[in-house]
């Protein structure tokens, strides 16, 4: 990857648009830029400037650029307007990859933009890679790897509360977590390291308790950072949650009920190959795809009805699962049966139509699920709330919406200042550093040499610089000659 070329490209989407953006990074960004513009006034760092867009004198042998005082700086009457740009400078290293960066504000037509950047390019520069301003950001240390996702996860987040999940942690709230568990690691490393360096002098630098405390201080905030991932994934991801029941239940009701607030910034998927009905909304933030089994009607000459079936399949995807139940009438067969499918799954129980007669208590839902939760809270997490719904007046809705968000966030909900794991990569990261130190651990019992254990260690290390993107020599080097004062 060369760092030292200027690079150019469109900044703004494809497409006309009130504005488009022609972003030049480089050591020659400001003079590759210069020659197209026409102005009174110079770049300036920082500093948004108005000036026209023109055709370099130079291409045309007519150059004019001549400067004497009051004269204008890339004066050329030959040459004609394409468009009124304005332009900001940015001067290294206070711009976004660390490089001198111009930005070309022109008018959003994608043929003048498309003529910047051929401009750009007749003069030297390059055409950017995907992503390669931010690259540029990571490798010139002005980003880590965490905030470069973060970039990413930004521009694609879907709802505003995913924006600013991504925001902070470009702020580096999950490197800031990091960094703790980090030194301590290093630290460890450190003494282990100093220990053997002193192994022939008959030092014993730690007690093997003292070392498996440390090992546990490093593993509890990773475990912790471990155990947010499932709420980082759904805020990432999203979550899919199916709408079962038989039929005329008030299914189709209820995800109408659920869409209606958020219909603004719905996106409808009619008709996919299941017959399943699924659209996205929004809930606190939180994109959901509602699969619906609605339309679907009990074919009574098949084994297996056909709300069972499409059950079945709007389940195997779904993150949670609402279970739609008649409250005016007794629980059926078909009723029992989804309720068994939905056995150890999440799942809320959805008591609908309780605008009519008060609800049916059924003895064997009151007996699986009735009653409140138990008192022992594992067994309370097994257990599917209920909640009363009146698709039809809209009543408990809120209590559902309520009920489906308290899935989300779990027990802890978490705050996302302090940075939580949403995405794969740093999940799968977080784990290898979590079985590296308890093989280390392990290794702590069974009494092996401190080298042993450090490649351990040194295993658990690498995944966490691996999320951050940063190297680790350095680091451990400093603290070994630093705090330790070997001297030699
Ligand atoms: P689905 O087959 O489970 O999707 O059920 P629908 O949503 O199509 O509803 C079946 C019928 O029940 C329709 O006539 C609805 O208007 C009615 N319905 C749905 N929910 C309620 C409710 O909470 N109260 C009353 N009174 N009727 C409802």
């Excluded at 924006?163 to 960094?179: H, M, P, Y």
């Excluded at 009574?300 to 399949?313: V, Y």
Aim: glycine share 8%; net charge negative; with cysteine.
């Amino acid at each position: 990857m060369n760092l030292d070329d200027t690079i150019v490209a469109i900044a703004t989407p494809p497409g006309r648009g009130g504005i488009g953006v022609v972003r030049l990074a480089g050591p020659e960004a400001r003079a590759i830029a210069e020659p197209m513009l026409r102005g009174t006034r110079e770049l300036e760092a920082g500093r948004a400037i108005h000036y026209d867009l023109i055709e370099p004198g130079w291409l045309d042998g007519k150059d004019t650029l001549e400067l004497d005082g009051s004269e204008p700086r890339h004066y050329n009457p030959a040459t004609t307007r394409i468009d009124e740009v304005v332009v900001t400078y940015f001067a290294k290293p206070h711009s976004y990859t660390t490089d001198d960066i111009v930005e070309i504000s022109a008018h959003g037509s994608p043929v003048v933009l498309r003529h910047i950047v051929e401009l750009a390019l007749a003069r030297g520069a390059r055409l950017a890679e995907p992503g390669e301003f931010t690259m540029r950001a990571f490798l010139n240390g002005r980003l880590d790897l965490t905030q470069a996702e973060a970039v990413r996860d930004l521009i694609d987040s879907q709802t505003l509360f995913q924006a600013k999940v991504a925001a902070q942690q470009l702020e580096g709230a999950l490197s800031n977590r990091l960094k703790p568990i980090k030194r301590d690691l290093v630290e460890l490393i450190a003494l282990l390291e100093a220990g053997i360096d002193f192994a022939e002098d008959d030092i014993s630098v730690a007690p093997d308790a003292v070392i498996r405390e440390h090992i546990s201080r490093v593993q509890a905030p990773l475990l912790q950072l471990a155990a947010t991932f499932s709420y980082g994934k759904i805020i990432h991801q999203g979550l899919t949650l199916a709408i079962v029941g038989r039929p005329n239940v008030g299914k189709s009701s209820l995800f109408n009920r659920l869409v209606e607030r958020e219909r603004a910034i719905v996106t409808a998927q009619p008709g996919t190959t299941r017959d399943l009905v699924s659209e996205t909304v929004a809930l606190d933030g939180i994109p959901l795809e509602l699969v619906d089994t609605a339309g679907i009607r009990s074919a009574h000459d098949e084994a297996e009805s056909m709300g069972i079936k499409k059950s079945k399949e709007a389940l195997a995807d779904a993150d949670l699962v609402l279970v739609v139940i008649d409250s005016t009438q007794p629980l059926s067969d078909e009723d029992h049966d989804l309720l068994s499918l939905v056995d150890g799954r999440q799942a809320i129980i959805v008591e609908n139509k309780s605008d009519l007669v008060g609800s049916f208590e059924d003895p064997t839902l009151a007996r699986s699920s009735g009653g409140g939760p138990p008192r022992d809270s594992a067994a309370a997490r097994n257990f599917p709330p209920r909640i009363r719904t009146s698709a039809l007046t809209g009543e408990g809705v809120s209590a559902l919406r309520k009920a489906i968000l308290r899935h989300v966030a779990g027990d802890s909900a978490q705050d996302s200042e302090a940075g939580f794991l949403t995405s794969v990569r740093h999940q799968k990261l977080v784990h290898d550093a979590l079985r590296s130190l308890d093989a280390a651990s392990n290794a702590v019992g069974a009494r092996v040499p401190h080298e042993m254990l450090l490649l351990d260690l040194y295993g658990a290390l690498r995944p966490i610089d691996e999320m951050t993107g940063a190297t680790t020599t350095d680091d451990i080097l400093n603290l070994i000659f630093g705090t330790f004062c070997i001297g030699k």
